[in-house]
């Protein structure tokens, strides 16, 4: 807005564009507010790796190659790991 054109708004209307600020401000903050919630977050959080998990077994269940390499890998490692322990705590 030019210099002219503010000075020309009268009180009424420049109450009326704080209030709509405000309240815009108030929305604003309010989102932020939620985005960031921890408790929102964790529940975020659980939500995707159950998906992910259902998705991840039941790649298994239908034969998924991708799948069950990664399950491979996992157990070698889980089993690596084991081995590793009882063969330190046997020396």
């Known amino acids: 807005m030019s210099g002219e054109s503010e000075r020309k708004r009268s009180a009424a209307q420049i109450e009326a564009d704080l209030a709509a ?9 309010d989102e932020l507010s939620e985005r960031v919630d921890p408790r929102r977050q964790v529940k975020e959080a659980t939500e995707k790796a ?24 996992a157990a070698a490692t889980v089993l690596a790991i084991v081995g590793l322990s009882v063969r330190r705590h046997r020396t």
């Not at 600020?21 to 903050?29: A, D, I, K, Q, S």
């Not at 298994?60 to 491979?72: M, S």
């Open 21 to 29: 600020t405000r309240e815009e401000l108030t929305r604003t903050v």
């Open 50 to 73: 159950r998906t992910e998990v259902s998705s991840f077994v039941a790649g298994l269940k239908a034969g998924d190659p991708k799948a069950i390499g990664i399950a491979g890998a």
